[in-house]
């Protein structure tokens, strides 16, 4: 059976296939492209100093990296998780417990955490990966669900104290790097530029590596994939735990700056939604596309939670329903597809980013 024409031929042992040149130049400037951006944003605070608006663009920029992170898996894998959340989760309580218990700092709690998270991930996935159908979502959704209820309902385990559904606050140390913590807002923009650009960058690289051209196979035709050597399971669990480990270190990154973490919104299924929602929209299985999904409806979604959200509860929820639903109707590649038209209109390129 023959691949999709997008889905490139690999035999067994293959390494992925070589690019031409204007294909490795235009790689290249994806690449440029997320540095130079990396670093234009980071110059936002020298210019605004409002600690509001630095503080909304953190939080668009946060959930930007957890779509990219979501998107790294389910956007190249093709199979959808509305439990993402729960990676979050452990990656957010490891970091505060290993803070407040052992006094480990952050930048090390955090990947710590975030490999917690990975460790997590392929308990989920390797029986699931192996079943096809819906199994992955449900899955993912009822441990997600199963690890919130349980969280909110225990005090403490083995000693460890979570604190039921009242959370977990991050003890003050004052301004100190080693802490994580700084009294204004520029220091945790900064980081969450880094954290993105990382995520951009890893992307780009998935989708020019051999794991990536093997993903984009199974996508395409799991039983022509097979019929190469190339094992779906293998290959879909190794892009999972990369992503659940991103995701991990950016609900380390959410405890440190909110100082606090609880279950129902480090866990709940709120946050997953978002995740996808935002990569879907922007354009799943793009290097650019969760950005984009997140710049649009993060603020959207601030705005109408303050705007009508006493009144009007879960509007958001509404909004993001109509708006996935036009996506579907009349975008189903995602925001990304007609900006990415207009720009080869321009001459600026028009590939898959």
């Given at each position: ?197 990382g995520a951009l960058a890893a992307t780009w690289w998935l989708e020019r590596s051999k794991l990536g051209f093997y993903l984009k196979a199974i996508r395409g035709d799991r039983d022509a994939a097979e019929s190469l050597g190339i ?123």
């Amino acid at each position: 059976m023959p691949l999709p024409d997008e889905t490139p031929t690999l035999s067994l042992g293959a390494a992925a296939p070589r690019r031409p040149h204007g294909a490795r130049a235009a790689g290249a400037a994806v690449l440029g492209a997320i540095l130079l951006g990396g670093l234009a944003a980071a110059a936002l605070p020298l210019v605004v100093q409002d600690a509001y608006f630095l503080h909304s663009c953190i939080v668009v920029l946060f959930f930007a990296y957890m779509a990219t992170a979501w998107n790294f898996v389910c956007g190249y894998v093709g199979q959808l998780s509305i439990g993402h959340a729960m990676f979050a989760g452990v990656g957010g309580y490891a970091t505060v417990l290993l803070f407040t218990g052992l006094g480990l700092s952050p930048w090390l709690g955090m990947p710590v955490g975030g490999l917690l998270a990975a460790l997590l991930s392929v308990v989920v996935g390797y029986p699931t990966f192996r079943l096809r159908g819906p199994y992955f979502a449900l899955t993912t959704i009822a441990f997600a669900e199963m690890i919130r209820i349980w969280v909110e309902n225990t005090d403490s385990v083995l000693g460890i104290p979570l604190n039921g559904a009242a959370g977990l606050t991050v003890p003050l140390r004052g301004e100190s790097l080693a802490a994580l913590q700084f009294n204004g807002k520029a220091p945790y923009y900064w980081v969450i530029v880094a954290l993105l650009v990382g995520a951009l960058a890893a992307t780009w690289w998935l989708e020019r590596s051999k794991l990536g051209f093997y993903l984009k196979a199974i996508r395409g035709d799991r039983d022509a994939a097979e019929s190469l050597g190339i094992s779906p399971a293998r290959y879909q669990l190794v892009a999972l735990a990369i992503s659940a480990f991103m995701t991990g270190i950016g609900g380390g990154f959410y405890a440190q700056f909110f100082r606090y973490v609880n279950a129902e919104r480090l866990i709940g299924v709120d946050l997953s939604i978002d995740m996808a929602l935002m990569s879907i929209i922007g354009g799943q299985g793009t290097v650019f596309g969760p950005l984009l999904g997140a710049v649009l409806l993060a603020p959207l979604a601030e705005i109408t939670r303050g705007s009508l959200g006493g009144s009007l509860l879960g509007l958001h929820i509404v909004v993001y329903g109509i708006i996935l639903m036009l996506a579907v109707l009349y975008l189903p590649k995602g925001l990304i597809a007609p900006l990415r038209a207009v720009l080869a209109r321009a001459g600026l390129g028009g590939g898959r980013r």
